[in-house]
């Protein structure tokens, strides 16, 4: 098997993170790229109905002060946990999770997805992005359950 592209999509939760010890060991193996994925998933864009209608400008607003923190905590995990990476590797994008995975995957020429089976909301066994991702998916998608560590992997 061949891998040169490795898309880790991750909401910065613990088990998002807890995913990321079995995208670096699989990069290190094959000597593959990392490429790391943040989405936005605005419930004010989705669900207006809940919140009432904002002033374009405020969503504007709010976007670009979350697109301003995901980047600087993607920087926080490409300097503290992947030695650094490239700003070309780094992603983020506004929508629903699953689908701008998948977008990605394609754009980039991904050749796998490792992911947590759950997010930061999840209280399910196997999150809806990650079935989503793993029924979608035109490459192999990689889930890890939050409590499975490389070694028991091995």
Same mark, same amino acid.
């Given at each position: 098997m061949t891998l040169q592209k490795i898309l880790w999509p991750t909401d910065f939760s613990d088990q998002a993170k807890h995913?990321? !010890?079995?995208?670096?060991? @699989?990069?290190q193996t094959? !000597?593959?790229?990392?490429?790391? @994925?943040?989405?936005?998933d605005?419930?004010? @864009?989705?669900?207006?109905e809940w919140y009432g209608d904002f002033e374009p400008d405020h969503v504007e607003k709010m976007l670009a002060w979350l697109n301003k923190k995901a980047k600087k905590q993607l /920087?926080?995990?490409c300097s503290d946990d992947l030695q650094g990476c490239p700003e070309e590797f780094r992603h983020i994008a506004v /929508? !629903?999770?699953a689908q701008e995975i998948l977008k990605l995957v394609e754009k980039e020429h991904i050749d796998m997805v490792v992911m947590s089976t759950r997010g930061a909301k999840a209280h399910f066994r196997f999150g809806s992005v990650a079935e989503k991702v793993v029924k979608n998916a035109t490459v192999p998608v990689v889930t890890v359950p939050p409590d499975r !560590?490389?070694?028991?992997?091995?």
């Open positions: 995913a990321l !010890d079995h995208v670096k060991s @699989l990069t094959y !000597d593959a790229e990392i490429h790391v @994925l943040y989405v936005i605005n419930p004010v @864009l989705h669900h207006p /920087g926080q995990i /929508g !629903d999770p !560590d490389v070694a028991s992997a091995a």
